[in-house]
């Protein structure tokens, strides 16, 4: 890249910019880099130098009830949450890009408007709402809740991919005599399926790393394993939450490579249709 | 089931109805079916969301405990000229309702309220409540200003009145530290109960603050990203996502880690020779600072990048060819261009951050508590609603102006233009 006529400033300018990037990218990969091998202290403290290699962190955490409940719920909490969120909101989106009616901007506003409200506000305003409806402490309402957030993720990034899709297919498959359900599930739906499915991912992301939320609504019954984790933060840190903390970056980079494949098919069949 | 199109284009026209109107009602069933796939989601966020949203809102102005308690005191006081005492049957009323509250929660309810217009009236209130009833064939008026003679006085009633309405602007007021007087005169609170405007100032400082160290750290991030050839770019990219996909709370953990007495930073700096003693970098404004610009960064480099490569290299050459230096072209030629990113970044960052909760709550002191920490605080801790919902509606106003203003000039659509141009 730089030229071999380049001036002093030009090659302090190079050098300079990529150093400042390079400490830039250190500083927002460091709490991985650290937390990582703490996971595998056999010390009790969260400290360096570490003592010894050990998976005794791993262990406690899958022996420990508070743990394996904490990871239950959130197995269970988070799927029907990100399927409740897919499913409506590919649906909506759907509806949205097909039609124009007046007060459209609005409506797409408030289906997108629970990415932007601040989240303690939708906590309160959610636990006041569903104490005395019986949904605080209990599995409906945080699913509910959940989906809730997880919703504007799936319309934007869903409707983003109908922008580019042809419904003239929809039309051809009407003229072979399908009619629009399974026109709906044979044409569109796979064709938009790399949309719905990182929607889903950021909605599952979203709620899997949600506690603000869901301090207010679960019980200690519900806790998911962000709230097992905030908690754990609170009284002591020990290396068990930088073991819980690993295992949800190795889930992370599952999710990211899945993203990264779904976008490199996307451009690949879009580049090889025109 | 046959779909409409095809009905309309290959049926015979039996019914005589010109074709354009039959094609017109097709239309018309066609954007009723997509209408209807839009309603699901849309009930399910008006019950799920918008409908406690707006429940919370609205108890920022309910005013219930006096005015659904007394309702028969509060209907004698109406003509009542607050000059000279209440007539007679406002005694009896207000002795029969407050009696009828003992035993409930509504009488430290009302007892509560009416001390906020006047310190001392809770226990005036708890105190003839456990009087009650009176006598059988007492006169009410006579037997309330025995038990206390503040019954006596017409500002008694007049704050009884006041306290009565169905609305109160009270906490919204509180919100911003001003109250009513006794005259209806919109007064700042004594300087030693003003929190809230301090709390609010602190929230946009801060606020501003990380998002101006995440401009800083990430413009010349995305520069370089977007100058890249994309097979650098794109590794660079994985950097960037990571973090931004690790989870919020396993970040604070780490920063712990680093950043306590014994943690890497303060070793690294004693070895270095730097310092002698341990910086205290946690539970202080460095802490807060630092885990929320690392949050944050993320949100800041995605929008600028995606503003950056859509800049065509050509412009910074014509400049340099045209003999501008190089560092004039890049601040003439380029940065205006980079313009849009930086508005969406910084208002996309600026408004993650105000509503900022678990990180000041974990690595923070009470100094760096924003408003997201008292609306909980209310929620939880004092179970005082009309408080919580009053500092919410602030800080949803502000939010949502911010937010109006990016999506109207600096949304995704807008940047998309800016790309494709």
């Not at chain 2, 980079?338 to 105000?354: E, K």
């Amino acid at each position: 890249m730089l030229q071999p006529y380049a001036s002093p400033f030009e090659r302090l300018w190079y050098v300079g910019l990529r150093l400042l990037v390079g400490l830039v990218l250190l500083f927002l990969l460091l709490p991985i880099l650290v937390i990582v091998p703490l996971s595998f202290n056999s010390d009790t403290f969260l400290m360096y130098p570490m003592a010894g290699f050990s998976t005794r962190w791993y262990e406690e955490i899958f022996a420990s009830p508070a743990w394996r409940q904490a990871m239950m719920n959130s197995l269970i909490v988070s799927p029907l949450a990100t399927l409740l969120a897919m499913v409506l909101g590919t649906l909506a989106s759907i509806g949205l890009v097909r039609t124009e009616f007046p007060g459209k901007a609005l409506l797409t506003a408030i289906l997108i408007s629970p990415m932007v409200v601040p989240v303690v506000i939708v906590g309160v305003a959610m636990y006041i709402f569903f104490a005395p409806l019986g949904l605080t402490g209990s599995y409906t309402g945080l699913v509910l809740a959940h989906a809730v957030l997880g919703v504007p993720f799936v319309v934007t990034t869903v409707s983003a991919t109908l922008q580019g899709f042809d419904f003239n297919l929809v039309r051809a498959a009407a003229s072979l005599g399908a009619n629009p359900v399974l026109a709906f599930f044979r044409v569109t739906l796979p064709l938009v399926a790399p949309g719905i499915i990182s929607g889903g991912l950021f909605a599952f992301a979203t709620s899997f790393d949600e506690v603000v939320v869901t301090l207010f609504l679960a019980s200690p019954e519900q806790a998911t394993l962000p709230r097992q984790m905030f908690s754990g933060i609170r009284e002591n840190v020990s290396p068990a939450i930088a073991a819980v903390a690993t295992i949800l970056i190795v889930l992370s980079i599952l999710m990211l490579i899945t993203l990264e494949w779904l976008r490199r098919r996307n451009e690949r069949i879009r580049s090889g249709r025109s | 089931m046959t779909t409409a199109t095809e009905n309309a284009v290959f049926a015979p026209p039996t019914d005589g109805r010109p074709l354009r109107k039959r094609l017109r009602n097709a239309e018309r069933r066609r954007k009723l079916l997509y209408g209807c796939l839009i309603l699901p989601l849309a009930v399910f966020l008006i019950v799920a969301f918008v409908w406690p949203i707006a429940s919370l809102l609205a108890r920022s102005v309910d005013n219930p405990e006096v005015h659904d308690n007394l309702p028969d005191t509060l209907a004698q006081l109406g003509d009542w000229s607050g000059k000279d005492l209440p007539p007679a049957p406002a005694f009896a009323a207000f002795a029969r309702e407050l009696e009828a509250t003992k035993g409930s929660p509504a009488l430290p309810a009302v007892a509560n309220r009416l001390n906020r217009e006047e310190t001392g009236y809770r226990s005036l209130v708890m105190k003839t409540a456990r009087k009650l009833p009176l006598e059988a064939g007492a006169d009410p008026q006579a037997a309330l200003i025995d038990i206390d003679e503040r019954w006596g006085e017409p500002a008694t009633w007049q704050a009884v009145r006041r306290a009565g309405g169905a609305l109160t602007p009270f906490y919204l007021l509180a919100a911003v530290d001003r109250s009513v007087d006794a005259d209806g005169q919109v007064v700042s609170v004594p300087a030693d109960e003003a929190v809230y405007v301090d709390v609010l100032l602190r929230t946009f400082w801060m606020s501003l603050v990380v998002t101006a160290c995440c401009l800083l750290l990430g413009f010349p991030v995305a520069y370089l990203m977007a100058n890249l050839p994309a097979k650098h770019s794109n590794a660079l990219m994985i950097f960037v996502l990571l973090p931004f996909w690790t989870s919020v709370l396993e970040r604070v953990a780490a920063w712990i880690v680093l950043l306590q007495n014994e943690g890497l930073i303060n070793r690294l700096l004693i070895a270095t020779g730097l310092i002698d003693s341990p910086l205290q970098l946690l539970f202080n404004r460095v802490g807060v600072y630092v885990a929320m610009v690392h949050i944050l960064l993320p949100f800041m480099v995605l929008p600028l990048f995606s503003v950056m490569k859509g800049i065509s290299p050509v412009y910074m050459r014509a400049a340099i060819s045209l003999g501008c230096p190089p560092f004039k072209s890049f601040r003439k030629v380029y940065f205006p261009q980079t313009l849009p990113g930086i508005g969406a970044g910084t208002l996309l960052v600026f408004i993650m951050c105000m509503g900022y909760y678990i990180t000041p709550a974990l690595l923070g002191s009470p100094q760096e508590q924003m408003v997201s920490y008292f609306i909980a605080f209310y929620t939880n801790q004092t179970i005082n609603w009309g408080m919580a919902a009053a500092l919410s509606a602030v800080l949803l106003a502000a939010t949502l102006a911010l937010y109006l203003v990016y999506a109207r000039y600096l949304g995704p659509t807008r940047t998309q233009a800016g790309k494709a141009r």
